[in-house]
């Protein structure tokens, strides 16, 4: 090499893409309790089915018998209601799947749906339309919608952003979804 002339050598540049695999590791995964229930627990899988296609910073996944789970589903004779999230590992909350509103004619998917959303953290958005998921009861008996907006999957996926293994201590409020 002669002096004052420049070595140039190839550059490669390498670009780290995150894989569905990675994301799927990196998401929080949360357990839910369906033994108390009742007649509600396929509809309530079908609820946490809405969240796991929806989201990907949270996971809900059926907890094993005799596991302590973040999410307990109680079927109830009341209004359905929920403690307010976001639950995070070692957490609990509950859900009272209220069988009022199923007499009164609601969605039975809308209501699992709406419900674990306030278990990850969403309120109440009322008076709110049909396409709302967390407007509950407002949305009216004829709702069918079963799925999140997209301002409420983004609250979701911020609720559970870069935190998968933090418990943090909130005070629990309970919602209700009386009209």
């Known amino acids: 090499m002669v002096a004052g002339t420049a070595l140039l050598l190839p550059v490669t540049a390498l670009t780290a893409v995150p894989s569905a695999a990675a994301a799927e590791i990196q998401a929080t995964t949360l357990t839910y309790d369906d033994s108390q229930a009742a007649e509600f627990k396929d509809v309530v899988a079908q609820g946490v089915n809405v969240w796991n296609t929806s989201v990907t910073n949270v996971r809900i996944v059926k907890a094993s018998p005799g596991q302590r789970a973040n999410i307990r589903v109680v079927a109830d004779p009341g209004w359905p209601r929920a403690t307010l999230g976001p639950v995070r590992p070692g957490g609990q909350v509950t859900v009272w799947y ?82």
């Not at 709702?143 to 999140?148: D, H, I, R, S």
Request: aromatic share 2%; hydrophobic share 35%.
């Open 98 to 179: 209220g069988r009022v509103a199923v007499q009164q004619g609601y969605n039975k998917v809308r209501i699992a749906s709406h419900e674990l959303g306030h278990s990850l953290g969403l309120p109440d958005v009322k008076p709110g339309p049909c396409s709302s998921l967390m407007s509950g009861s407002t949305g009216g008996v004829s709702c069918a919608n079963t799925k999140p907006n997209s301002a409420e999957i983004a609250q979701v996926q911020r609720n559970y952003a870069g935190r998968t293994a933090q418990q943090v201590a909130t005070p629990e409020i309970v919602l209700t979804d009386a009209a």
